[in-house]
């Protein structure tokens, strides 16, 4: 796994407090948001994305692979954020039961435009 903290410098294998400590920076008003990447995927389409977007609150989205295999969620606080991310990044499946997750739509990458643009 790869870490991509929007002001900080990609993190290889990092640990769940190394996670933590990103997701409170963010938290404190130090960035938006932090990517994880599956490095087993060439391509990068597997990953999670997680961003604070109110008070306590986080959107939280991955991807499987593809572009229809899309989906975020919030959750309300920052340690709920951590633990889906760190469920996700043990390869189970225990992060997903629990949450309403919806499909996210993104403009492909032959250039479509997003539906009303």
Avoid: C, K
Wanted: charged fraction near 20%; hydrophobic fraction near 40%.
């Amino acid at each position: 796994m790869t870490a991509f903290p929007e002001l900080e410098q990609p993190l290889d294998h990092p640990t769940a407090s190394e996670l933590l400590e990103i997701l409170e920076d963010i938290d404190a008003g130090n960035g938006s948001f932090l990517i994880v990447e599956q490095s087993s995927d060439p391509s990068g389409q597997t990953y999670m994305q997680l961003m604070r977007v109110e008070e306590g609150q986080w959107l939280v989205e991955y991807r499987d692979g593809r572009s229809d295999r899309h989906y975020a969620t919030v959750v309300p606080q920052l340690s709920a954020a951590h633990g889906l991310l760190v469920r996700w990044m043990s390869g189970s499946r225990s992060w997903q039961p629990d949450l309403l997750w919806w499909p996210v739509s993104v403009p492909s990458e032959a250039g479509e435009s997003l539906p009303g643009a």
